[in-house]
């Protein structure tokens, strides 16, 4: 099995900027996507951003695009989420994601959370105004 561990999440104002990190161990060798959801009360769990392993091709939320930036560190098994320009909107429990089951991108819906078969124990994010 895989296991992920979280760091990064906390409080700051809005329009700061924060570095989520998820950390990937275990059975990795056949990581395919890692991706970050977030969820807020009384919210669905929503998808923020995603990155494929090989060759890195990254999807965002058009609710982040431009703000968030995801990126990998292949030698790490780690993945990390740049959110800046934060806003209260952005508040949220932050879950990271990894699928090991695919072998190709096809038909891989990387936007919903079904898809993930791994999951972080969530880091909380709050941004104040």
């Known amino acids: 099995q895989v296991q992920l561990v979280e760091s990064g999440g906390g409080l700051v104002q809005g329009g700061g900027s924060l570095r989520l990190s998820c950390v990937a161990s275990?059975?990795?060798?056949?990581?395919?996507?890692m991706g970050w959801f977030r969820q807020a009360p009384g919210k669905e769990r929503e998808f923020v951003s995603a990155i494929t392993w090989i060759p890195g091709e990254t999807y965002y939320a058009d609710s982040v695009n431009g703000r968030f930036t995801i990126s990998k560190d292949n030698a790490k098994n780690t993945v990390y989420l740049q959110m800046n320009s934060l806003k209260p909107e952005d508040t949220a429990v932050y879950y990271c994601a990894s699928d090991t089951s695919h072998l190709t991108f096809s038909g891989f819906e990387y936007y919903q959370a079904q898809e993930y078969d791994y999951w972080g124990q969530g880091t909380q994010v709050t941004v104040s105004s």
């Open positions: 275990g059975r990795t060798f056949s990581t395919y996507i």
